[in-house]
């Protein structure tokens, strides 16, 4: 089970750090990715890093300014989010995949949390 927390209302420019936190599995025995879905329109990858924790995968629009990350030890999986502009506002999801290769694409991953609404307003 995957738990997305962090979100909020931040003003372009600003920070905000996603956490997702899992039970009943280890975040080490998998990839773990970052997707967003904006009103109206289609889901899309944000971030994704390998189960190794070797390889890290980017959307063009938020390379340079998001970052992900792991900690085992909290079995937790991050992304910092850095200089957010308005059309980063978007209800964010966590997701593991057990094959653990960083894929882009959500048909690859096998669990999904809930979701965290993230708001930057101009």
């Known amino acids: 089970q995957l738990q997305a927390s962090g979100g909020g209302l931040v003003q372009a420019g600003g920070s905000l750090r996603l956490s997702c936190a899992a039970s009943g599995g280890a975040v080490s025995n998998y990839a773990l990715g970052w997707f967003r879905q904006a009103p109206g329109k289609e889901r899309e990858f944000v971030a994704a890093?390998?189960?190794?924790?070797?390889?890290?995968n980017y959307a063009d629009s938020v390379k340079g300014r998001f970052t992900i990350s792991r900690d085992n030890a909290k079995n937790t999986v991050y992304l910092q989010m850095n200089v957010l502009k308005p059309e980063d506002t978007a209800i964010y999801y966590c997701?593991?995949?057990?094959?653990?290769?960083?894929?882009?694409?959500?048909?690859?991953?096998?669990?999904w949390g809930q979701g965290t609404l993230v708001t930057v307003s101009s």
């Open positions: 890093l390998s189960r190794s924790g070797g390889t890290t």
């Open positions: 997701a593991a995949s057990s094959s653990g290769i960083p894929y882009q694409f959500g048909r690859d991953y096998n669990y």
